[in-house]
């Protein structure tokens, strides 16, 4: 898929994002709730989403977020800024010694404040 296929299809703009994150040590699953741009801090990282996306592409709905995540007290070469997929996760996502990361929904309405959820259901 190609940015400039991409623009021939269906683009609606999302406000926020519902991203899971795995804790690999602990297998603990979240499901974080958070308006674009808003700063998520984990126990080694952060996490910015500038833009979410849902897309159809030759008929097949997906959804892709822009995401940033910066490692602390690491080289800069483990920073990851780019696109994830819905549908693919492993396409294109950061590495994390500790979090697993996986977009769950974009949200076309702004959720304002940032929440944490034990469960999830779209």
């Not at 999302?14 to 974080?32: F, H, S």
């Not at 996502?93 to 999830?120: A, G, H, Q, V, W």
């Amino acid at each position: 898929m190609t940015f400039d296929s991409l623009l021939s299809n269906e683009i609606i703009k999302g406000e926020g994002i519902v991203l899971r994150v795995l804790n690999k040590i602990t297998t603990q699953k979240v499901y974080i709730v958070m308006p674009l741009s808003q700063k998520l801090e984990l126990d080694n990282s952060e996490i910015i989403i500038y833009s979410c996306l849902r897309i159809e592409n030759e008929g097949i709905p997906d959804e892709i977020a822009l995401m940033k995540h910066t490692r602390r007290n690491e080289n800069k070469s483990k920073d990851f800024l780019g696109w994830i997929f819905r549908s693919s996760k492993y396409l294109n996502s950061p590495t994390n010694p500790i979090f697993d990361f996986k977009l769950e929904e974009c949200l076309i309405k702004d959720p304002i404040f940032m929440k944490e959820l034990r469960t999830y259901q779209k």
